[in-house]
């Protein structure tokens, strides 16, 4: 059994900060790549960041140069460092991993979501 339990979702003003992180504990063998999404209501689930296992990341425009994703392998724990938050960037926010299970094939996993409010 694999579990992504998320914290540091919030109510927080424009312009300020927030630091979500994504802790993932079970049966892993591997993983290989780890990531947030988010979802706003009405619209569909989006890509927001991603951190490949050698360390590279890919984030969605809308985030580049306010948003950083970081990882801890030695805690299999993701981060997303969110800056100069704006209203749009509310949502609810999901952590994912592609990780190998101890059978069968690579799959992905996801927590149950972390609600995020950016408003005055």
């Known amino acids: 059994q694999v579990q992504l339990v998320e914290s540091g979702g919030g109510l927080v003003q424009p312009g300020g900060s927030l630091r979500l992180s994504c802790a993932v504990s079970g049966s892993i063998v591997s993983i290989n790549v780890m990531g947030w999404y988010r979802q706003a209501p009405g619209k569909q689930r989006e890509l927001v960041a991603v951190?490949?296992?050698?360390?590279?990341?890919n984030y969605a425009d809308s985030v580049k140069d306010r948003f950083t994703i970081s990882r801890d392998a030695a805690k299999n724990t993701v981060y997303l460092q969110m800056g100069t938050l704006k209203p749009e960037d509310t949502a609810v926010y999901y952590c994912?991993?592609?990780?190998?299970?101890?059978?069968?094939?690579?799959?992905?996993?996801w927590g149950q979501g972390t609600q995020v409010t950016v408003s005055s």
């Open positions: 994912n991993v592609n990780a190998k299970p101890p059978f069968g094939v690579r799959k992905d996993y």
């Open positions: 951190i490949i296992s050698g360390g590279s990341t």
